[in-house]
């Protein structure tokens, strides 16, 4: 390939030497874009490529699946089993037997002597559905721990719990295909460009084509605000109110759908009490939004024949974000909006698989959406996997963001962590310092060796990662899609449901009950528990699936290629069929900016980063965007504070401080700063503590802080450098 100038020095790209193309899914994100990886005589990854046919992506990549395949011989990876006695140790290198040995006889101590739900488990939504599965029938079915959850608490738990309390059940009713049918397009606190690139170029393309009105809300001007036909720079953490103050100008000026209130909703007479109060005046003074602004996106809204609405951690991860949800499908339900090509309440997932964890996993419940709370899933469930009801909760035991406070009190004493890095990514980096120094026992099961949370464990297990191995993943608008294994895994690194099957085995439940060997295995069970469910996988086959290139559960004999859209007869998952309009009264129990802590800090997400670094800070073409921590700070706040662009400064909340390089953009107010949450020991030292009531979900998106120069920015540079592991 030629790039460049013609005749003088042409920038050539080699063409990669490629023996085979193999089908995956990426890895990333929950767009869920079809690729094919590129393998060379010897079975090395060389290169990837879009599926031109696959309707999510239509051939595109963006920067991290272009780089995907170097994923898998970046640096520390995990090829052997670890173990050490005591935490400050050196680690050993072990074999499997004595790895899993030592690791199912901790947890069978722990329990024994303080108790079944002394020893907690967190997972992920980086890994397969059918691993998921497996794993939710050894900690459910077998070690019978409640204190058991993922680390999609952090991510969509206010998502899952809005729909359930809108809807009756999780499950997102739309689809991107949305985009091109929608007249009017509301993005509340999502990063499209950055955070979902493909979903994005779908989004911009259809605007392109057909030119409906785009409408951003996020304190932030950010790449998708920027392209917004109405930018709605709204106070952080006060969406709620700006929902509200929609839904009382849709009602007063009677532009709802009665017909569609009437049929298919319960609780108009409490919600539009409750939304008379939010006129835009009021609202105005509180959300930031003008009066008159808000009237005209109502109308906007109101008047489309489909409008639709996406979100993601914006609205999330606030201490109303599950309420920001339920506001978000109130809205759709009073213009009837909802099961309709164009009109919807789409939540933009995150993680590669973080639907699969909600569907099987059993994290909050039992898998194919069932609750614990039910005695006729617990009975299906225990009949199906051969063994006693009465050895299930009758309730979901603690969340995430709860299960670390309770090592705190001395009501856990183990831990086992699977593909999830808390030590940077929860909130209160010190307080989870200590936490994690107090457990009696700990095992990390990850891809990689130098994860900051191994630090604290005494046993590491070496897991095969993403197309390693085969299974599925279930993207953000319910396509499940498949990866197939393209290269072996390193050394001793082996499949987390291999890793799952083997625990079980140490288990004498576990020796009784049938256990998947196998993904394949697994898969069959799945289709056969999901069968007559909303997330119905019984009409799904990996051939099936990787010819189509993915399909929209439910997928059943009645609906053999699945199905774009829920809830089109307008009949919910609510006993009687209906949905909910919720009032929410706007509690203000944000942490606003105040002298001594004058500005808001935002934290989130950069396009060339995932997470916590584990993967992309590998890769030198994604790392040697932002190899450091930085802020972006107004210039008119940086004049003020006699602040250069990337000179160090610290930035200090109630918490901790931290130090970042300041970079000047006017993206930010002059009264807030933005910090990345890909860092070790940054932003997560200052985050606020507080949690979503219904999701237990962190307010990561909003607390105050105050910013002060360093004087001396060369110690700043090297103490920066020292606590960067990667
Ligand atoms: N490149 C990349 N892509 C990713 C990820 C990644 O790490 N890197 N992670 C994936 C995952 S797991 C997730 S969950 C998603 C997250 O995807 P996004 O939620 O789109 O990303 P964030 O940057 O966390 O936050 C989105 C926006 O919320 C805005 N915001 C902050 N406070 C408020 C508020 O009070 N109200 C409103 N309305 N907006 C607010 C921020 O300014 C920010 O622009 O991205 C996924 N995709
Ligand atoms: N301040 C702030 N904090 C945040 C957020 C924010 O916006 N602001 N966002 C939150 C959100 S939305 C999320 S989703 C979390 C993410 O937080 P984490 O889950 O801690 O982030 P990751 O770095 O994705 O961790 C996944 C781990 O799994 C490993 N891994 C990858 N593939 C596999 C596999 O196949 N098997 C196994 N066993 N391991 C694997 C990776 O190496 C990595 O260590 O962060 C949260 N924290
Ligand atoms: S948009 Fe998401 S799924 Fe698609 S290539 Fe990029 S990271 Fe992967
Ligand atoms: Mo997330």
């Avoid at 239509?58 to 994923?71: A, Q, W, Y």
């Avoid at 980086?126 to 077998?142: N, P």
């Avoid at 729909?163 to 509301?186: A, H, I, M, N, V």
């Avoid at 007869?569 to 919720?582: E, M, N, S």
């Amino acid at each position: 390939m030629l790039f460049g100038r013609k005749h003088k020095n042409p920038i050539t790209i080699a063409t990669k030497p490629v023996d085979k193309w193999v089908y995956a899914t990426c890895g990333y994100c929950s767009t869920g874009c079809s690729m094919e990886v590129g393998v060379d005589q010897t079975g090395k990854a060389v290169t990837t490529r879009g599926v031109a046919d696959a309707d999510v992506n239509r051939g595109k990549l963006c920067l991290k699946g272009i780089f995907e395949f170097e994923v898998f011989r970046s640096a520390n990876r995990g090829t052997a089993p670890l173990i050490r006695e005591r935490t400050f140790e050196h680690f050993q290198t072990t074999s499997w037997e004595t790895a899993l040995d030592k690791t199912a006889s901790e947890i069978k101590r722990i329990q024994q002597k303080y108790g079944r739900d002394s020893f907690a488990i967190i997972s992920t939504g980086q890994i397969y559905t059918e691993e998921f599965y497996t794993l939710g029938k050894l900690v459910r079915g077998i070690i019978g721990t409640n204190n058991y959850d993922g680390n999609t608490t952090l991510c969509m738990a206010s998502a899952v719990s809005g729909y359930k309390r809108s809807f009756g059940s999780d499950g997102p009713p739309g689809c991107y295909d949305d985009f091109e049918q929608t007249d009017c397009l509301l993005a509340i606190g999502s990063n499209l460009p950055e955070q979902h690139p493909i979903i994005y170029w779908r989004m911009k393309d259809a605007i392109d084509r057909r030119k409906f009105p785009l409408i951003v809300v996020d304190p932030r001007v950010t790449m998708l605000a920027q392209m917004a036909n109405i930018h709605l720079p709204v106070t952080p953490g006060t969406d709620l109110v700006l929902l509200n103050a929609l839904a009382h100008v849709i009602l007063k000026e009677g532009l709802e759908d009665r017909a569609y209130i009437n049929a298919h909703t319960t609780g108009f007479e409490a919600f539009s009490q409750l939304v008379a109060q939010y006129d835009p005046v009021t609202a105005s003074k509180i959300c930031g939004i003008d009066e008159d602004t808000i009237r005209n996106v109502a109308r906007l809204y109101a008047k489309a024949q489909s409008a639709m609405t996406i979100w993601t951690m914006g609205i999330n991860q606030s201490t109303h974000g599950s309420d920001g949800v339920v506001a978000i499908n109130n809205l759709n339900l009073i213009t009837g909006n909802i099961g309709k090509p164009g009109g919807t309440s789409l939540s933009i997932t995150g993680q590669c698989n973080a639907m699969g964890t909600r569907e099987f996993s059993s994290c909050s419940g039992l898998p194919g959406y069932r609750l614990l709370e039910k005695e006729e899933d617990r009975a299906f469930i225990s009949r199906y996997w051969e063994m006693e009801e009465s050895f299930f909760p009758e309730k979901r035991g603690l969340f995430q963001t709860d299960i670390f406070p309770a090592i705190e009190s001395g009501q856990i004493k183990g831990l086992w962590l699977i593909g999830t890095n808390p030590m940077t990514s929860m909130q209160q980096t010190a307080r989870i310092k200590k936490t994690m120094e107090k457990l009696e026992f700990v095992v990390v099961q990850d891809v990689y060796t130098d994860v900051e949370s191994t630090k604290y464990a005494h046993a590491f297990f070496p897991a095969a990662m993403w197309a390693e191995k085969e299974g599925c993943f279930t993207n953000t608008e319910r396509r499940v899609n498949l990866v197939r294994k393209v290269v072996e895994p390193p050394g001793e690194a082996k499949s987390d449901l291999w890793i799952f099957s083997q625990m079980a085995k140490r288990f004498e439940a576990g020796r009784k009950i049938k256990f998947p060997q196998t993904n394949a295995e697994a898969f069959e069970e799945i289709r056969e528990i999901s069968r007559g469910r909303l997330c119905d996988y019984s009409g799904l086959t990996y051939e099936k699936i990787e010819a189509r290139r993915g399909i929209q559960w439910p997928c059943n004999e009645a609906n053999p290629n699945g199905v774009s859209r829920l809830y089109q007869d307008g009949r919910f998952q609510h006993p009687d069929g209906k949905a909910r309009l919720i009032a929410l009264p706007f509690i203000d129990n944000n942490e606003w900016p105040d002298e001594q802590y004058p500005f808001w800090l935002n934290t989130g997400r950069v396009v060339e980063h995932w997470h916590t670094r584990t993967k992309t800070g590998k890769i030198g073409n994604l790392n040697k965007f932002s190899p450091t921590p930085y802020m972006e700070i107004n210039p008119a706040a940086a004049e003020r504070l006699n602040i250069k662009p990337m000179e160090y400064v610290r930035v200090v909340s109630r918490r901790s401080m931290a130090i970042v390089l300041a970079q000047l953009t006017q993206r930010v107010a002059p009264n807030a700063v933005f910090i990345p949450m890909h860092y070790y020991d940054c932003v997560n030292r200052l985050a606020l503590g507080l949690l979503d009531p219904y999701s237990r979900q962190p307010a990561y998106k909003q607390c105050a802080v105050n910013i002060q120069k360093v004087e001396n920015q060369e110690a700043a540079a090297i103490a920066n450098l020292q606590a960067r592991t990667y």
